[in-house]
């Protein structure tokens, strides 16, 4: 988040290093006046933990059938049920875990980098650069994500990999017009006049004096739009586009269960259940960040 | 030092087109320090960026330490005039600590790397090298604008260009940045240009004032009239007798 | 130097924000009838806190006390914020610094003094507009027909400040707070603006609280000075020359004056107003 706070003094890591703790801490310290943050931090880490340590915290495993087992309501031994093939639901949450993580990564990690730079350069060229740019960028957001999934499934085939290029592919476009609004504000500051007084180059006015100023509402953007990533990803498991069976992808999940719903509730909502908490708190987080990093919208 | 003849901007296209500067030619001395007192929108600030070389609407000839410059200046035509900004809130980068505030004009430049000169720039502006660490919403107003005047220095121009320096700040804070300022002068042999709408701190700084209005220079004042309060035209004389209430 | 009948009587008000253990206002006291009163001070001095707290501007998280803050004898204290509105707009008027900002930017500029005629005035509509243009005219703006229609941005800030006076004289308040009206404007209209609030108050035999950082402009135009420094009145002048307190005198001798032109400026010797602060 703080990338720009600490700034590389090459000779001097140990300062480095001490800065870098110094701005967490200053982090820290605002985020405790944040309750409702500070939950959906705590989830997010949990979630994270979670995913990493996932063989060692699932009591099954999350694809062994046991047809004996089949369609157990919550209990002692299976605390969120078994599905239909007998599989432990919670053992596949946990499991599960790791496919959102690595999707939403992946997704954010795509289309945060190519929306700042498609938006400064638009922003601080201007002129006919900015005005393709920013068409090309209306037209992606006219793109429906689910159907240009589908199309993308249907050419290469249903899979992860091909759900993270579909949402990468129509995520980009609101984060390139947040940060072209945001260089629009800041390449008219004074500090970059006097930047270009001494004779900044271009690429270093946009990298190191624009760019600094639009990361922290694009980390906020971005993790806001998480939530809608962890939805969109969800709905193409639903339909049968996302991460493939046996593979315990929450959205597909939820799409196991939905033949079950009115006499096995849970084989559904479990799964229902992780999407909303996660989403939730990627909102929550999302808020809280844009407080701590963007002063413009202090709470009084 | 400053040579401009039949300098002349215009914004806007068409009907819109708008003369702010109206053909002023004016020319400053090395080490003298003149200043350019007016109101809003009198194109005061305007013949300043086209000296900077910020503003590229102008027409007719400018020329720095004798050699003539172009709208689009090389690095070594920037070398040879910096500027101090108005707002001292704005013309830092908010995100930058103030050793790599001070250290960019060099790295830009291509002239080092400029870490090992922060300490000394900071000092001469009378600030504790303490200072390098620090962010600029750990500052107060005239902290800052010492930085400004410090980075403005880094690269050593013979000129400096002041846009308002001091309006932003309270008048204690005032006294002592435009001490600051005739101190660097008398210590480097500047040559400064000081834009102003206070005719007291022009009065104060300046030993030859032009009075402009509508894009012109309407009287031209030294130190000897502004003592005297002598003008040579009505709006010089409005402006002298609003200024001070008399 | 109090009128026999002070519009405002203020008695130890001291402003405290939340969380914050440093007082902004501490124990200010004053009387104001009517009079021109001009309350100096550079930024962070508290100048301006006092003007709210006594228009009770402030936000909820700051705690104003006193013993004594009563507006043309009764407490504003204790009044409801119902109270309060009624009487800010209609028997004080706050002035601020910038026009651009206090301005509906949306309306045109008659239709919102008329819009204050209708609120405070209780008159009818067209009766409002009436009031509005003849009040514009007080304020010497040309050709009001016109005027009126335009939207803020279209006015010059000296025309804005006067839209501003004319909106807010309009009730003939008693109690006028004028923070920083002129700061935002261009030297030569400073005057005018000034003369004409100083004219309108006087017509309504009412007080004037002048908030300004430009010690010169204040005294030549203010019957009084309170001089703040860090929530404190330091001292209360009726002439620039009597100044004794060490801040005061810093100030005046930190302004350049080109008639006494000298090669650096006085600044201000901190330590000396420490002990100063100390002594009183």
Known sequence: MSTSQALPKPSKPAVFLARLGEGLRGALAKLAREPLGMFGFAVLIILVVVAIFAPWIAPYSPTAQNLSQALQPPSAAHWAGTDEFGRDILSRLIYGARITIQTVLAVSLIVGPVGLVVGIVAGFVGGRTDAILMRITDIVLSFPSLILALAFAAALGAGLETAIVAISLTGWPPIARLARAETLIVRNTDYVAAARLYGASQLRLLFLYIAPMCVPSVVVRLTLNMAGIILTAAALGFLGLGAQPPAPEWGAMISNGRRFMLDNWWVAVMPGIAILMTSLAFNLVGDALRDILDPRHVRS | MIEVEELAVAFGEGDARRQVVKSVSFSVARGETLGIVGESGCGKSTVLRSLAGLDRHWQGRISLAGRPVDKRRTRDQLMLAQMVFQDPYGSIHPRHRIERVLAEPVQAMKKGDGWDRVASALEQV??????????????????RQRVAIARALMLEPEILLLDEPTSALDVSVQAEVLNLLSDLRDERQLTYVLVSHDLAVIAHMCDRVLVMQDGRFVDELTKDDLKAGRTHAQYSKDLFEASFLA | MSAPDPVLKVHNLSVRFARSQVRAVNGVSFDLGAERLGVVGESGSGKSTVGRAIMRLLPPSARVEADILDFEGAPLLSCSAGQMRNLRGNRMALIMQDPRYSLNP????????AEAALLHLKVSKSEARERAAHMLERVRIADVGRTMELYPHQISGGMGQRVMIAMMLLAKPRLVIADEPTSALDVSVRGDVLKLLDELVAENNSGLLLISHDIRMVAAFCQRILVMYKGDVVETLTRLEDAQHPYTRGLIAALPD???????????????????????
């Open chain 2, 126 to 143: 009378g600030l504790p090298a303490a200072f390098a660490g620090r962010f600029p919403h750990e500052l107060s107003g005239g902290q």
């Open chain 3, 106 to 113: 949306v309306l045109p500029v008659g239709r919102q003094v």
């Open chain 3, 258 to 280: 080109p008639r006494h032109p000298v090669h650096r400026l006085q600044t201000l010797d901190r330590l000396a107003i420490e002990a100063a602060e100390v002594r009183v």
